[in-house]
């Protein structure tokens, strides 16, 4: 799979979870909202990271190519002129701002004695944004995937030029499957440390007082991909048996 069709995935996830929390919200099950509003909520900002990601990894890929593997510099151009142009890059942003801020009304708005209608209306606004900024993200995730593939095309090109010539480029060892599930499992232990030290230090272990957000958000997030490249890796394994 391509990774506008995980995106579109997470999309077409995060779409109706968030319409159902937000119906759910106003027909006042408030302890079933939060059931729904919370994995949609997390749901969205993964997507809205996996954008982000994946486009700061594309850039990095063509500069390194461009100054190393004689990919041409238009390609670099051709990705500058879309993050000019796009908007990709702010609706994630603010997609995801929104998402947060919806969250953190709906337990700070009583501590600040803030009607329940400052969460109502900043939940109808992350709604209204995250609907309208998603299927931006997805055109632009598929117009920087075509820039990546014909970056692909050249290089390979180049590449048989060289081998030709007898100057094959040395193969760097790319990321495993494997490597990136220890990764993402270490950044899902690792992401309960700071609320650990947060409850047990600073609140001297009154947990009530310890929200668990945003540690648990990270956490869950780190353990999909963990799961994801896990099962790739097996994959892969099963494959060269």
Known sequence: MRMAH????????AGPALLAAA????????????QVA????ILTVGAHTLLILFMI??????????????LPQVFLDELNEFFA????YPAAIFGSFSIVAA??????APALGLPAVVHWLSG?????????????EFRALRENQRLVDAAAVTLDRIDRELEAQGEAPEEEEPM???ALARAAGIVAISAWMPWAYWAFVIWNGDLSKASVHPFLEVSVLAAIVWWMARGEARRQEAAAS
């Open 124 to 136: 109808l606004l992350a709604l209204g944004l995250n609907l309208w900024a998603l299927p931006i």
């Open 57 to 70: 990894v594309t850039g990095r890929i063509l500069r390194e190519a461009v100054a190393s593997r004689d």
């Open 38 to 41: 919370l994995p949609a909520a």
């Open 85 to 88: 142009n796009k908007k990709a």
């Open 103 to 108: 969250g953190v009304l709906a337990f700070g």
């Open 176 to 178: 495993t499957p494997a």
């Open 23 to 34: 119906v759910i919200g106003f027909l006042g099950r408030l302890d079933l909202h939060f």
């Open 6 to 13: 995980y995106f579109l995935i997470a999309c077409l996830a």
